[in-house]
C-alpha cells in the first residue's frame, strides 16, 4: 500500500472494497444449490478473510499520529464522490482512531461468525451465510461513512439482512416476538433521529450532509432558544432548543442499540433466542455502534448539549451497570446471564465516553474491543454447553470439568476477563473508564465499583455452577470440545490476554483521534469561559 492514508482520493479503494467484498461474497452464493453446503461455506468465510486481511492492511498502514488541529476530527483514507449532488450528499468514507478499531472488530466477528456455522445442523445455509454477509457490509458502512445521510442508509440497512437472520433462526417459540420488538425499538429511534439530521441539514451552510460541515453548524445551533410548539390554538413553550432535541434525538437511537436502561427490555429476550452462530457476531459489533453513534454524533456535533445532559448519560450509564449486574445474578438461563452481564459491561463503555475526559473515552474505546471479544468467547462457551446438554438451566448442570476438560480451562479464562481481573484485558478498559468516571463525578465511579464487586460474584456463579459439584444427568454423558471448536476460542482467549498484558497498541492508535474528539467536546462558551488562554487554545475554543 504505497499511498498517504491521510489523502483523500489518493487513488486507493480499500474501504469501497471492505464494502464490496462481502456483498460480492453474497452475490456469488445465489447461482449455489442449497446441497452445496462445503461450496457455501468455503465461500463465506473467503469473503470474511478477505475483509480481514484488508482492514489489517488498513491498521498496519494507518498514521497513529496524524492530529489536523484542535477542534478537527482526523480522519484517513478518505474517498469522496458526488452521490446525490442536488442536495449535497456524497459518497463519502474514511476512519479515525476510533473505527478504526472497531472495522477491526467487525471484521474478526464476521469472520468468527462464518467459521462456527455447522454445515450439517444450520438450515438453509445458503441463506444465513448471505445475509450474514450483507450484515457484515451494513455494519462496516455505518463505520466508514463521513456523510450523515450516507450513515443513515448503513444504519438503517443494517436492520434488514438482521431481521431475517433473527426472524428465521434460532428458537422457533421466541425469535418471532424478540426480533419484532427489537426491530420496533430500533426503528422509533431512528425516525427521531432522521428528524434530528434534517434539523442539522436546515443549519448547514452549503447545502451539505458532510460530517465536517454538520459538525460546523451542530456548533453553532446552541444558542438557540427554547422551542415553541402551537397545540389547539395555544402556544406552549417545551423549554428546550432544537438542538437540545437534536441531541437527545441522537441520543435515543444510540440508547437503544448499545442497550442502555430502561430501553434495553429487547436484549435479554433476543439473545435468548437466537443461535450462537448470530450472537458471535450480532453481539460482537452491533451493540458497539451505539456507542460509536454516542462519541462520532452526539459529543463531537453538539458539544454544548453534551454538557447539558452529562448527568443524564452517566445517570443511565451507571444504572445499567447496577441493573445488569443484579439481573445476572438473579438468572438460572445462562444465556440470560451472559445478556444481561452485556448490559452491565456496556454502561462502562457508555460512562466512559461521557466522563469527556482522555482516560474515559481511551477506556471506553479499548473496551468496545474487549467487549466484543469476550461476549463473542461467551456466547461460544454457552451454545457448546446448551448443544450437548439440551438445556439453559444453570440448576440442571453441573460437573463439566470432568466431562469437558479444555472447555472448562477457556471458560475459566474467559470468566477471568469478564469479571475484570488484572492481567486481563477487560482490567485495563474498566480502570480507565473508573479513572475518568472519578474525575467527573466520584459517585459514578462509586456506582461503578459496585458493577465490578457484582460481576465476580455472577462470573464465578456461572462458572462454578457450570463446571464444579457432582455431575447431573444431563452432564454425566457430555464430550468435550471438539477440535475445530476448541481452534475457534483460542485465538479470543489469547487475545483476552494478550491485551490485558500490553494494551498498548490500541492506546496507541486512537490517543490521537481522542484528543480531537475532546477539543470539539470542550470548544463550548461554559467550558471555555473557565479556562486560561493557553489552556482554551490546546481545548480548541474559538
Known sequence: MMFDPRAVNDGHHWLTLVLLVPVVGALLLQPLSRNARGAIKTITVAATLVTG????GLLVNFDQFYNPGPGRLAFQYQEQHAWISAIGASYHVGIDGLSAWLLALDAGVFLLGALVISRRATERLKLFCGLLLLT????????????????????????IPLFFLLANYGDAAKRGPATLKFIVYTVAGSLLMLLAIIYLYAQTKGPSFDITAMLGAAQTTAAQGPVTVAILGREISLHLSPAQFAFLA??????????????????????EAAPASTLTFFAGIVSKLGAFGFLRYCVAFFPQETHDFQWLLMSMAALSIVYGAFMALSETDIKRIVAYSSISHLGFIVLGIFALNANGINGSIMQMINHGIIIAALFLIVGSIEQRTATRDL???SGLEKRMPVLYVLFLIATLAGLGMPGMNSFVGEFSIMLGAFAANPVFAVLAGVGVIFACWYMLRLHQGLMHGPLKERTERVGDLRWGEGLVLVPLVVLMVGIGMYPKPVGDLSRTTVSGYLSVAHATPAYCDGLSAAAATAAGCK
Open 136 to 159: 457484515e457490509a451494513a455494519t462496516a458502512g455505518v463505520l466508514l461513512s463521513l456523510d450523515v445521510l450516507l450513515f443513515y442508509v448503513f444504519w438503517e440497512a443494517m436492520l
Open 250 to 271: 441522537f441520543a435515543l437511537a444510540f440508547a437503544i442499540k448499545v442497550p442502555l436502561v430502561p430501553f434495553h427490555t429487547w436484549l435479554p429476550d433476543l439473545y
Open 395 to 397: 440448576r440442571e448442570m
Open 53 to 56: 486481511v484488508i482492514v489489517v
